[in-house]
């Protein structure tokens, strides 16, 4: 088996998996430390690594923007900046929710990226590269990054610097592997590879809709 087929089999069974998270609310919903604020550089280190990836609408988010730009008409070095677009403008959303400066129906702008991911996730036409792009990367990054400030609100600088560190190291990491997945998958067989980003697509859909629902419920 070559490695392309390897890469179409992961990117299904990655959504695959995505999709069991929301259908069974298997994701960890929890914060690593309880609920806990960081006291220790350590700790804030290790909050930065797990929050993106224990919160489903968070790592929903991430997936679904790695794969749209994987199966985008963007060149690897144009959607390398929107990933780290991304994750920039959550850095800055994080950082700007310290003094609580909070946006408004934040749970409901969530909710909404998530839709609007979903939306894009369903098209058969792929994303070309532009200002709207990069705005709504920026965007749906600064978003959630508001949502990981609250994990910190109150730490000394320390714990901070480190849950920066963490929120970074993680986002990076995740995003870059799930794009070159998709991309180098997407080369060899786009059908199978689209059919998976349609299950990602309906995963990340069901999760936006709970957000709203719950915002509206609160």
Not at 28 to 44: C, I, K, N, S
């Amino acid at each position: 088996m070559n490695t392309p087929d390897l890469s179409v089999k992961a990117f299904r069974s990655f959504a695959v998996l995505a999709a069991g998270v929301v259908t069974t609310g298997a994701a960890l919903a929890h914060h690593p430390l309880d609920g806990a604020m960081p006291v220790t550089a350590m700790q804030g280190l290790l909050s930065g690594l797990a929050h993106p990836v224990i919160g489903m609408d968070h790592l929903l988010f991430l997936l679904a923007a790695a794969t749209l730009l994987g199966l985008s008409r963007a060149s690897t070095g144009q959607s390398a900046m929107a990933l780290a677009l991304i994750t920039g403008a959550s850095l800055i959303g994080t950082a700007l929710r310290l003094p609580g400066a909070a946006l408004p129906m934040l749970e409901l702008l969530i909710g909404a990226s998530l839709l609007a991911a979903a939306a894009c996730l369903w098209r058969r036409r792929s994303l070309g590269f532009g200002p709207v792009l990069l705005m709504a990367a920026g965007a749906g990054g600064f978003l959630h990054g508001q949502v990981y400030g609250e994990a910190v609100i109150g730490a000394e600088a320390a714990p901070v610097a480190a849950y920066l560190l963490g929120l970074l190291t993680v986002q990076c990491g995740l995003l870059m592997a799930v794009f070159l997945m998709v991309r180098r998958a997407s080369s060899v067989r786009a059908p199978r590879v689209r059919l998976g980003a349609r299950l990602l697509g309906a995963a990340v859909a069901a999760a936006g809709a709970g957000s709203i629902g719950l915002a509206l419920l609160a």
